[in-house]
């Protein structure tokens, strides 16, 4: 079966860096995508990977490794907006969407 | 304006009785998709549409149906709701030839309640 794995919840502190893992096992891989979720509103698309390696966006960065079917969402200087939860999703052989149940992130002061 | 825009926002209804969510988007985007969210779980695919005249079942597609009006619409009808269809249910739209392939955007969300 298909599957996605990331951690349920995590806790930083504002103005320090936070690393959320995924791991997905899928048929086939045409490219995994990170978004950004707050309680009770949209996704909204972060980043998108396809070959191996790190993408850098800002504060945000996102890196994929598909020998080990990993990936990683980095958020740096975090700041109290960037409380939301983290969605991780894996487009498959038949350019289908798998996602992840998502990380909630939680920033104390 | 928003460019994908889902009505009702909110509905409670009762089991038994027939739904349906609307869905339209200026996007220009021909791909069209319905998810649902549950708590601890991932956003799970109902139906989608490649373009008008094609209409595709999803993982849970099962006591859902749906029409794709027009480029700009597509609805979600629930026939007879039940109560474990209870859930935060989302439509998405998505270009392939965008610059990054297919990346979904998301309307703002329809909560829906059956009791």
């Known amino acids: 079966g298909q599957n996605i794995d990331q951690p349920t919840e995590m806790t930083a502190t504002e103005g320090a860096i936070v690393q959320i893992n995924c791991t997905y096992q899928t048929s086939g891989f045409n490219g995994l995508f990170w978004y950004q979720q707050h309680a009770g509103e949209a996704p909204t698309f972060l980043s998108y990977?396809?070959l191996d390696g790190l993408e850098e966006k800002g504060r945000f960065s996102s890196f994929l490794s598909r020998s080990k079917g990993y990936s990683y969402l980095l958020l740096k200087e975090l700041q109290m907006k960037d409380s939301a939860s983290y969605l991780c999703?894996?487009?498959?052989?038949?350019?289908?969407?798998?996602w992840g149940a998502g990380t909630k992130l939680i920033i104390k002061p | 304006d928003a460019d994908v825009t889902q009505t009702p926002r909110n509905r409670i209804t009762k089991t038994g009785k027939r739904i349906m969510l609307e869905c339209s988007q200026t996007k220009g985007h021909d791909r069209m998709y319905w998810y649902r969210q549950d708590p601890g779980l991932g956003l799970r695919l109902i139906y989608y549409s490649f373009d008008v005249k094609d209409i595709n079942k999803g993982e849970i597609s099962d006591g859902y149906s749906v029409s794709r009006q027009a480029q700009a619409k597509f609805s979600l009808s629930l026939e007879s709701a039940i109560p474990n269809q209870t859930a935060l249910y989302f439509c998405?739209?998505?270009?392939?030839?965008?610059?990054?392939?297919?990346?979904?955007?998301f309307g703002p969300g329809t909560r829906l309640t059956v009791l």
């Open positions: 999703a894996v487009m498959d052989s038949n350019y289908q969407l798998i």
């Open positions: 998405a739209t998505s270009d392939p030839s965008g610059p990054f392939t297919d990346t979904q955007y």
């Open positions: 990977n396809v």
